[in-house]
């Protein structure tokens, strides 16, 4: 994975991230934990990281679920 901002000083981090549902209706869903790897430019700080596809199926299940399609109803 190469940063996008066209620096070169940029250096790789674990991380993990609790993702939450968009609005009021994503409190009643459980989050997403990720662990990637972040790549950070040490310049201006523009990160990018991937969610792997376990991670990646929750999100889209979430979204597409009966209940989240009649909330946002």
């Given at each position: 994975m190469k940063n996008t901002?066209?620096?070169?000083?940029e250096r790789q981090?674990?991380?993990?991230?609790n993702i939450h549902f968009p609005g009021m209706e994503g409190l009643e869903k459980p989050s997403v934990w990720a662990f990637p790897?972040?790549?950070?430019?040490l310049d201006c700080g523009l990160t990018q990281f991937q969610?792997?596809?376990?991670?990646?199926?929750?999100?889209?299940e979430g979204e597409s679920s009966p209940r989240a399609k009649s909330i946002a109803a």
């Open positions: 901002c066209g620096h070169n000083n981090f674990p991380a993990e991230i790897r972040l790549l950070v430019c969610i792997a596809e376990t991670q990646l199926r929750q999100l889209t």
